[in-house]
Each structure stands twice: as structure tokens, then as C-alpha cells.
């Protein structure tokens, strides 16, 4: 895997927002659906916005184990929030702050009015690089 994170002059420095503005990859493309705060069985497990967060991080980091990748593998997430507002966010960089500490990936965030389950607050996709 190769790949190379670049948050050009000319640009805000994203990185305290927890993305960088673009990511130069190599090699093979491995893309992972959107992982929310599943139980075994596809159900909601958890209501709370933060719970949701750590699970579908968790989620996310199965699906990439599964294809023998791992977080640092991630050159692309997207994030969709439902009723996005700035303590959601603050949830969300601080996450990423954790996994991905100064180098976190290229990522897009949508806020959302629902999405595929009632009760469902956040989901996140990525596109890894092997």
C-alpha cells in the first residue's frame, strides 16, 4: 500500500477538523460500505450519538481487517450525520483525532434528514488502498 497525504498552501490546514484535503494513492482499491452501529444481526444496538460513532468505527475496522487492511489503509472516508449540529462534529474529530491522530484521511461529511434505520444517527464508508 502506498499512499500520500497532501494539505497543499493555499488551503486551511484540515487536520483540526479531522480530514486532509487529499490523499495520492497506489495500488489495489478496497471499498467498504457504510458500517453504522450494527448488532449481529444488521439491528440498531445502540441510541446514543457517541455509542453509534465508536461502533461504526469499530465496524469499519472489522470490514477493513477482513480484507487484511487496517485504519492507516484509509485514504477516503464519508460520514453521514442525521440533524448534524457542531457537537456532533466535535464527536466525530475527536474520534478520528484518536484513530488517526495528525493524519487523518481525505473525508466528506454529509449531514442527513434520516438514514436506513429508524433511530440511526451516523454511518461511515471509506475507500482503503492495499
Do not use: C
Not at 475496522?61 to 466535535?90: C, E, F, N, P, W
Amino acid at each position: 500500500m502506498s499512499h500520500t497525504l497532501i494539505n497543499p498552501d493555499g488551503l486551511h490546514d484540515p487536520t483540526g477538523f479531522g480530514y486532509s484535503h487529499i490523499a495520492r494513492a497506489s495500488g489495489e482499491m478496497v471499498f467498504i460500505a457504510g458500517q453504522y452501529a450494527s448488532d449481529a444481526q444488521g439491528r440498531l444496538a445502540v441510541a446514543d450519538f457517541a455509542d453509534q460513532v465508536d461502533l461504526a468505527f469499530a465496524r469499519l475496522r472489522t470490514a477493513l481487517a477482513a480484507a487484511g487492511l487496517d485504519y492507516r489503509d484509509v485514504v477516503q472516508l464519508r460520514t453521514h450525520i442525521v440533524d448534524h449540529d457542531t457537537d456532533k462534529l466535535t464527536v466525530i474529530v475527536g474520534r478520528i483525532a484518536a484513530i488517526w491522530g495528525d493524519r487523518p484521511p481525505t473525508q466528506t461529511l454529509t449531514g442527513v434528514a434520516a438514514l436506513a434505520l429508524p433511530g440511526m444517527l451516523f454511518e461511515v464508508d471509506a475507500i482503503a488502498v492495499a
